[in-house]
């Protein structure tokens, strides 16, 4: 950002902001991020924690280079619409529309309902998996058989998969962020692919195109120096010898969603963690599982919905002992909810924001925009599949699928004027190699973010509806 003076403005851009100060009856400021130009409504209110005036700032829109004024279009259901029509209109276009009477046959309201019902339905599914087909139904508004034939759908027209959200704190791992920028050539694909496939710690892997080349989630102890030891083993892997590189192993203070667990960590990880002393009383600590707990995580974890009465026969317990233990693992927050994750989604590419801090107190300033930001939702799923932060604070990001008919600038247009004190930059992932994220419909009512926005005064408690 910089501070403008009025030769530092391109004239045309200069007229177009002064013909809105003429418009309006309220103080406005231009602001300039990069080569683009930002236009706000500047207010102030009396804070009475701090006994002094802050001063907000609020979005209006943005003047390109021609002096065209676009008009900020806030998010929601027909917004890509309405930014349609911002830009045309602010390119002096016209916009014409069929009669009332042609719009009701192409668009009839039957679809539009039909379409929060999916979101409703998708809702249920992503807070609870196991949820009686009967509960979803009622609450939607459906009969048993109309849920059914919606949720069969959903699995055809989706890739629908239903997983296991696991809290891995609760075996003293925590989640590590992994960054390789190649010094000259890059390794094959299938070479990086077969390396990280085969260590199971890593959950999830991608090749990207920006500032870096690879990005790892990795799984491992509490201490970041043995986590960043474990690290180096793959960084000096034979596979990987005559290409050097940087790697950068963070700590990821993860805050909104998971990542899923491959079975491979369950097999060869959290094995390690089952209590295998006969004759010796059942293990005190959460960092030490029974066997049937162990079985019952890798049962659910490839499908959440699996019958309790069938694991138990498949391993010889006693009738009721997949129930139970189900119950007692989400006790004790090591099961955090059976969940979905949607494989075939409408997007061009997964990108990866990083959002840098520069001025921790101007970032303070706005951090109500970052929480809202964070739980804004898509269509059919959430706004961003994982979000949290760098190190101790020292960024945040974002992995943020970017739909078909939308992109990354776009994306960071609507970020850049937002968040004050820091520096946005992104990755574009160009090859999952390892693993998946989770895409899903969370409700974001029960996220940390709106409970935040709640404590600050920025949003109004809700009765949150109940999925058990």
Known sequence: ???????????????????????????????????????????????????????????????????????????????????????IKAYGGRISYPKLEERAVAEPQVERELLEVDKQVLTMLSMNARMPISLIAKRAGLSRSEANTKIKNFEKRYGMRYILE???????????????????????????????????????????????????????????????????????????????????????GQAYSFVPLRNEFIDMVLKKHVWHKKGEPSPASNEELKAREFALLRELNEDCTKDFTEIDARHNLGRGASRYTYLDLKRRGIIVRPTITLAKLSMRYLSIILAETLNAFEEEETISTLLSYIIDYNQIMNKHALTGNIGISTATIFFTPIARDSSIEGELDTLRPSFHGVRVRSLIVSDVIVGQLCYRRFDNDYSRQYARLVSIGKAEPKKLVAYE
């Open 166 to 252: 696991t809290d891995v704190k609760r075996f003293g791992l925590l989640p590590y962020l992994i960054f390789v920028k190649f010094d000259k050539e890059q390794p094959p694909v299938d070479v990086i692919k077969k390396l990280l496939q085969d260590e199971p710690k890593v959950q999830f892997a991608a090749m990207t195109k920006g500032d870096y080349d690879l990005v790892i989630y990795w799984l491992d102890s509490g201490d970041p120096i043995s986590a960043s030891g474990d690290a180096w083993k793959i960084e000096a892997s034979p596979l990987l010898k005559g290409y050097g590189a940087r790697w950068d192993v963070l700590y990821f």
């Open 1 to 87: 950002m910089y501070i403008l003076s009025v030769n530092d403005i391109p004239p045309r851009v200069l007229d177009a902001f002064s013909a809105i100060r003429q418009r309006v009856d309220f103080a406005v400021v231009l602001r300039r991020f990069g080569k683009r130009y930002y236009v706000y409504k500047a207010t102030s209110r009396w804070d009475k924690k701090r006994k002094r005036v802050i001063g907000e700032q609020e979005y209006l829109g943005k003047i390109t280079d021609r002096g065209r004024f676009i008009e900020k279009v806030a998010s929601g259901p027909g917004s890509d619409l309405r930014k349609a029509e911002a830009i």
